[in-house]
């Protein structure tokens, strides 16, 4: 008798479970609605984009009144996801959505959007998406650092897993005793070979290259600066460097903040095999401000920008051309340098020039003048086709400021920074470049919770894609940014 009242009791738990599963499967399942021509509007704007496969979920707040919120998110294959919201902030169950974007490569999503209000449902129009075949690179590695430009405080270099949601620093000032650290670059989205600075207290390079962590000082007695911005050459061993000597200025003008302006600028190259640097004539020239440098995929090309020697006063008349010298490693000896794009004889400048892993195009920005172009709100990203030589403005720009940019390793998929939200706060920015060299539309860096960028306030400051974690941390970092830095003895080469 007591057995069968065992079995009699499981087996009403049992059913029991099932209800309660179906019930909360369905929540969220709108079955009598009214139907509304309309387009809810949502942040981030999710909608009409191209995303990876393997992209985590892109959670969001709808931005309208209601009693109950409801989202249906379904794909030709699968279980369609459905949640149920008070106060319109959506989250997504990250299971359930890489399931789905997992069954659903190269096909298109729909995320339908539903409103109860007095009592009736009503249904909006529907967001169709596009799942990308190319997966993105799974980290992304960021500054962050307060937007003003007359104080900061705290600061660090993150790293972010695009696949979810987990963020850890790869290393923080306050381990520093706080002081300034920029410029991350990473060679061929490779995450075992980057650098950064350290400036001021504890100053120098820390370079991570075939698995050694070296810090070094690039200044020599024949070089303007230590080494500012890098960009490391396709083979590992050898790092371009602007040397600047910069001056800022600061706008009493509302809507314009702060001018950065090169008085001196050249290129060196630095050896990290051998520690040395050294220039020539073709990237420091003694008319010119030589900056921004980038290498061809086969390393056979420094491209970088250039601009002609004008007086401090007249900073708005130096604009910056794209040019490119080409290199043989084997003399580690440059040739004749060429003009990619005449921007100034058009009245533009460029800067930020970065090329796609595949060498098909040259992504840069283009402002009125100068080369610090987070603070111009008419800088724009432009794209160069270098096989046809056809220059085009992709339909990604907003009426703020488009700065830094890079590819990803597959050459599909590229992140900006923008300062597009409320002009001030720079975050990363993703845009989709199809094998027919279409741009799609871009999309904001996805957090966990859907009101994260209405509270979070820091800029994220060069955002660069690495196809790995980066196996660094503050406590392995800490004793090699406190040691003294490696001199770096000069070599001029003619």
Request: contains cysteine.
């Amino acid at each position: 008798m007591i057995k069968e009242l065992l079995h009699i009791k499981v087996g009403f738990q049992s059913v029991l479970l099932g209800l309660l599963i179906f019930t909360t499967g369905c929540s969220g399942d709108i079955k009598n609605y009214k139907e509304v021509s309309q387009n809810l509007p949502i942040f981030p704007d999710y909608a009409g984009i191209t995303l990876p496969p393997n992209i985590a979920p892109l959670n969001f707040t709808i931005h309208a009144k209601a009693e109950k919120y409801s989202v249906k998110i379904s794909a030709e294959i699968g279980k369609p996801i459905l949640i149920s919201s008070a106060d319109g902030n959506i989250i997504i169950p990250i299971n359930q959505w890489k399931t789905l974007l997992g069954q659903n490569r190269g096909k298109s999503i729909q995320v339908d959007l539903f409103l109860k209000k007095e009592g009736q449902w009503l249904k909006y129009n529907t967001i169709t998406n596009h799942i990308a075949l190319d997966s993105i690179d799974p980290y992304l590695v960021y500054r962050l650092i307060e937007p003003g430009y007359e104080t900061w405080n705290k600061m660090g270099i993150y790293q972010r897993c695009l696949e979810n949601y987990n963020e850890s620093p790869v290393m923080i000032n306050e381990m520093s005793d706080g002081n300034c650290m920029n410029c991350h670059s990473f060679s061929q989205n490779n995450h075992n070979t980057m650098l950064f600075h350290v400036r001021a207290k504890h100053g120098g390079t820390i370079i991570m290259r075939n698995g050694k962590i070296t810090k070094v000082d690039t200044k020599t007695d024949s070089t303007l600066s230590a080494g500012v911005y890098p960009a490391w050459h396709p083979g590992g061993r050898y790092v371009a460097f602007s040397v600047n000597r910069i001056v800022q200025s600061f706008h009493a003008i509302p809507d314009r903040k702060i001018e950065v302006v090169d008085t001196l600028s050249d290129l060196i190259l630095y050896d990290a095999e051998t520690n040395k640097v050294f220039n020539h004539k073709s990237i420091s020239s003694a008319n010119s401000y030589e900056t921004f440098p980038t290498w061809s995929p086969d390393g056979k090309f420094l491209y970088f920008c250039s601009a002609k020697f004008q007086l401090y006063k007249d900073y708005q008349q130096i604009k910056y051309d794209l040019l490119r010298v080409s290199f043989d490693t084997a003399t580690e000896s440059f040739g004749t340098v060429d003009t990619v794009i005449n921007a100034s004889s058009d009245n533009y400048s460029i800067s930020f020039p970065r090329i796609s892993p595949n060498g098909e195009y040259l992504m840069y920005t283009r402002s009125r003048y100068g080369n610090f172009t987070i603070w111009h709100d008419d800088s724009d990203l432009f794209l160069l086709n270098l096989k046809s030589g056809e220059i085009s403005k992709p339909d990604i720009n907003s009426d703020k400021s488009e700065s830094y940019h890079n590819w990803s390793s597959s050459s599909r998929w590229l992140v900006f920074s923008s300062r597009r939200i409320d002009g001030h706060y720079t975050r990363p920015y993703f845009t989709y470049i199809d094998s027919l060299g279409k741009v799609h539309k871009p999309f904001l860096l996805p957090q966990k919770n859907p009101e994260f960028y209405v509270h979070f306030l820091k800029s994220y400051n060069i955002p660069e894609m690495v196809t790995s974690k980066i196996p660094l941390d503050p406590r392995k970092l800490e004793k090699i940014v406190k040691s003294e830095a490696q001199k770096a003895s000069f070599e001029k080469k003619l």
